[in-house]
């Protein structure tokens, strides 16, 4: 029958397309003919149809199990819509009296129904058991299968028995559908549903129209969000908060602002909720503020943004939220508002839940924390969570690739996680792995013993921030994967070991930096993009001004100062104080022209800029660095600092580098005058004011042998000291 029935026509006859999307053909073939199905389809690819038009080519009713009675209505007014009959979808749910119940029930006795909707608490209720067994049941649907799994973003408990209630009412073939589901969660729905031998239908996660952003959460946030609307003006969009009482706030506030808004959670009572949703479809409203509960299955095509106020618990809830935007294959902005504040706050709601839901629930945070800190493209990001590859190197359409950050390498540190991986038996997770590259004791690892390792604090010489985006970007590499199965644990891949024995260029780029602190929370960019007009300028003042002095351009101001000044717009010397690595004096030498270019650049564009740009406050020096200085400005031989203070030489440099490049002078040519020859200092400062890079290998392969490595980086602290501070 399957074979010979021309679908396309039914398709037409009863929906108005003229082909079907993706595989949705070979989905309703299996349906048809008779065999378990595993749908994993993206919002927006058409999953109901799959569902859909068997029901109504197939004797008897199809039972669509689906966790909302939002949806329900929804999706029966559209099957109802197509035909000139009552009756051919129905609903079972808490909302209907009983005369309407009855109605449902003579219906689908009369065979005019063929498409029930019922949600999983209403199926198991013995009244809807005992009738449904004397009835003919063409197949179940169970519709957003990911709330089977622990693992989903959306678990409900009553999802786990629709296999034994099935089984009770009588067998038909299963149909499972959902739009996110990683390979550990596609296993366990299978499982639950006892459909493990299922033919699997996986379409691509890729939504290309989709634009990705992370922001950093910052106190002005509502002000962004109104601004960003108004600049949308009459478009849809969903604005996605974790709690009720944040998303009645921002609805008042927008409101307030003459955008036509609503709220939108499970505390508003059903008519409220219905009249809402209604207006958000007929368009009387632009925007819904809503909890997790609204949006899946709204059939609405032209969402235009959706933004996430509170970072979601899970990248599945985030792809299937994100995927309510752009369903018509239109533009699609998805901005999300991170601070790893908001983090620990969901992790403290975990507490008193079970160890195992615990467990779970940190794991899923964690893959968010990643996607959010990481400066990756964000959909490459996003595939590979899902078992996808995204083999472009810039998507063009996120945040990351359209301001990429500079790459550096990482071949030394790849392997140093690798060789720490393989050292403590692929048996622990990326904290742990962190904690044992940089040679932090903690008392997990004592207890192992893996101090005593020759592996121990093999990267302790590293950039701290190194070791998550290495870890993060080796996994998408292929040289690790975590097994979910068991608790994130890292595993080594046939092409990690590889690597470890023939290793080559690993270029990677370091993570974002969201400030968690709140008295600074406005200190990196006061929750507002870069301005890449603005970038682009003073990058080229940079190169004016260094060119005219003769310096390298990193030595006037480095890059990430120049990304603060054209995110905060300082117009005076001492706002240009509170950027990242200007000091006073720093200020005084270079920075005049600079914010003057600034100033005239928001007079011209009418730019807001921060009422009043937040004081950077400075950390606190360390004893340790407060006793070099002092010692330092009395002359004090370094090598007898090293040991006053038990510090191997090159610890010392370490530290005295660390002072020099937050923008404090140092005179150091005392000690050099006293170590070094003349001519090797001059060869040497030479070299770093002709560069373009500050970098020590860079440094050590162009000048050779003649020099040693502490005499390059004492030289470079003389250099940097003079010229930058």
């Known amino acids: 029958m399957t074979e010979n029935l021309d679908l396309s026509k039914k398709l037409k006859e009863y929906f108005g397309f003229n082909q079907f999307k993706g595989d949705q053909e070979a989905i309703i073939r299996n349906v048809l003919a008779g065999n378990d199905t595993f749908v994993l389809m993206p919002t927006g690819g058409g999953k109901s149809l799959c569902y859909q038009l068997p029901s109504l080519l197939m004797e008897g009713t199809a039972i669509v199990i689906s966790p909302l009675i939002a949806l329900m209505k929804n999706q029966v007014d559209v099957i109802n819509g197509i035909s000139e009959e009552d009756g051919l979808a129905h609903y079972l749910n808490s909302s209907l009296n009983k005369a309407a119940i009855d109605q449902v029930k003579t219906d689908i006795l009369n065979g005019r129904t063929k498409l029930l909707y019922v949600a999983p608490e209403s199926l198991t209720k013995d009244e809807y058991v005992e009738f449904l067994r004397g009835c003919k049941i063409s197949f179940y649907a169970v519709d957003e299968a990911h709330c089977i799994s622990e693992w989903g973003h959306d678990f409900r408990p009553e999802y786990r028995r629709i296999r034994p209630i099935v089984n009770d009412i009588g067998r038909a073939p299963i149909i499972a559908l959902t739009a996110t589901a990683t390979d550990k969660v596609r296993t366990d729905i299978m499982k639950s549903l006892g459909i493990v031998g299922a033919q699997e239908f996986k379409s691509s996660f890729n939504r290309p129209n989709l634009y990705y952003e992370v922001r950093p959460k910052a106190s002005d946030i509502d002000k962004q969000i109104v601004k960003f609307i108004m600049q949308n003006s009459g478009k849809s969009g969903i604005i996605y908060c974790l709690s009720r009482k944040k998303v009645e706030e921002l609805a008042a506030v927008l409101c307030a602002n003459n955008i036509k808004a609503a709220p939108y959670h499970a505390g508003l009572d059903s008519a409220t909720r219905s009249q809402t949703q209604d207006?958000?479809?007929?368009?009387?409203?632009?925007?819904?503020?809503?909890?997790?509960?609204?949006?899946?299955?709204?059939?609405?095509?032209?969402?235009?943004?959706?933004?996430?106020?509170?970072?979601?618990?899970?990248?599945?809830?985030?792809?299937?939220?994100?995927?309510?935007?752009?369903?018509?294959?239109?533009?699609?902005?998805?901005?999300?508002?991170?601070?790893?504040?908001?983090?620990?706050?969901?992790?403290?709601?975990?507490?008193?839940?079970?160890?195992?839901?615990?467990?779970?629930?940190?794991?899923?945070?964690?893959?968010?924390?990643?996607?959010?800190?990481s400066s990756v493209c964000r959909r490459k990001m996003l595939l590979h969570y899902f078992g996808e590859s995204y083999p472009e190197d810039n998507c063009g359409s996120c945040d990351n690739c359209l301001h990429p950050?500079?790459?550096?390498?990482?071949?030394?540190?790849?392997?140093?996680?690798?060789?720490?991986?393989?050292?403590?038996?692929?048996?622990?997770?990326?904290?742990?792995?962190?904690?044992?590259?940089?040679?932090?004791?903690?008392?997990?690892?004592?207890?192992?013993?893996?101090?005593?390792?020759?592996?121990?604090?093999?990267?302790?010489?590293?950039?701290?921030?190194?070791?998550?985006?290495?870890?993060?970007?080796?996994?998408?590499?292929?040289?690790?994967?975590?097994?979910?199965?068991?608790?994130?644990?890292?595993?080594?891949?046939?092409?990690?070991?590889?690597?470890?024995?023939?290793?080559?260029?690993?270029?990677?780029?370091?993570?974002?930096?969201?400030?968690?602190?709140?008295?600074?929370?406005?200190?990196?960019?006061?929750?507002?993009?870069?301005?890449?007009?603005?970038?682009?300028?003073?990058?080229?003042?940079?190169?004016?001004?260094?060119?005219?002095?003769?310096?390298?351009?990193?030595?006037?101001?480095?890059?990430?100062?120049?990304?603060?000044?054209?995110?905060?717009?300082?117009?005076?010397?001492?706002?240009?104080?509170?950027?990242?690595?200007?000091?006073?004096?720093?200020?005084?030498?270079?920075?005049?022209?600079?914010?003057?270019?600034?100033?005239?650049?928001?007079?011209?564009?009418?730019?807001?800029?921060?009422?009043?740009?937040?004081?950077?406050?400075?950390?606190?020096?360390?004893?340790?660095?407060?006793?070099?200085?002092?010692?330092?400005?009395?002359?004090?031989?370094?090598?007898?600092?090293?040991?006053?203070?038990?510090?191997?030489?090159?610890?010392?440099?370490?530290?005295?580098?660390?002072?020099?490049?937050?923008?404090?002078?140092?005179?150091?040519?005392?000690?050099?005058?006293?170590?070094?020859?003349?001519?090797?200092?001059?060869?040497?400062?030479?070299?770093?004011?002709?560069?373009?890079?500050?970098?020590?290998?860079?440094?050590?392969?162009?000048l050779g042998q003649d020099y040693t490595e502490d005499e390059v980086r004492l030289v470079r602290i003389k250099f940097f000291s003079e010229q930058a501070n």
């Open 279 to 373: 207006d958000f479809l007929m368009e009387r409203i632009d925007v819904i503020v809503a909890t997790i509960a609204f949006g899946m299955g709204i059939d609405k095509p032209d969402v235009r943004f959706v933004i996430h106020y509170d970072i979601p618990k899970s990248l599945e809830g985030y792809y299937q939220e994100t995927g309510r935007a752009g369903r018509d294959g239109g533009e699609g902005k998805c901005i999300a508002f991170y601070s790893y504040k908001d983090l620990k706050k969901l992790e403290k709601f975990m507490e008193g839940k079970p160890v195992a839901e615990q467990d779970i629930g940190r794991q899923l945070l964690q893959e968010t924390a990643a996607y959010a800190e």
């Open 405 to 702: 950050k500079v790459k550096v390498e990482g071949r030394e540190a790849l392997v140093i996680v690798l060789q720490a991986v393989q050292a403590i038996k692929e048996d622990f997770r990326t904290d742990y792995v962190i904690d044992f590259v940089t040679g932090r004791p903690t008392d997990d690892i004592v207890a192992h013993k893996h101090d005593q390792l020759e592996e121990f604090g093999a990267g302790e010489d590293e950039d701290p921030k190194i070791w998550n985006p290495v870890i993060r970007q080796a996994l998408i590499a292929g040289f690790l994967r975590k097994d979910v199965e068991n608790y994130g644990l890292l595993k080594l891949t046939a092409a990690g070991k590889r690597y470890m024995q023939n290793p080559e260029s690993f270029m990677i780029v370091k993570d974002n930096e969201f400030n968690d602190d709140d008295d600074d929370s406005l200190g990196e960019g006061h929750g507002s993009a870069l301005d890449p007009t603005l970038y682009k300028m003073l990058d080229q003042l940079r190169t004016t001004t260094a060119n005219r002095l003769n310096l390298p351009p990193y030595v006037v101001f480095m890059d990430s100062s120049l990304e603060q000044m054209a995110t905060m717009y300082p117009v005076t010397l001492e706002e240009l104080q509170n950027i990242q690595g200007v000091g006073a004096g720093k200020a005084r030498k270079f920075g005049r022209p600079f914010v003057e270019l600034i100033q005239k650049y928001c007079e011209e564009n009418d730019i807001d800029r921060p009422e009043d740009l937040r004081v950077r406050t400075v950390a606190k020096k360390s004893m340790l660095k407060v006793k070099i200085i002092q010692a330092i400005d009395r002359q004090v031989m370094l090598d007898d600092l090293a040991n006053a203070q038990g510090l191997e030489f090159e610890n010392l440099l370490d530290e005295v580098e660390a002072i020099v490049y937050s923008g404090t002078k140092l005179n150091i040519d005392y000690f050099l005058e006293e170590v070094m020859d003349d001519d090797h200092i001059d060869d040497i400062y030479e070299y770093f004011r002709e560069s373009d890079t500050d970098n020590l290998d860079d440094a050590m392969d162009e």
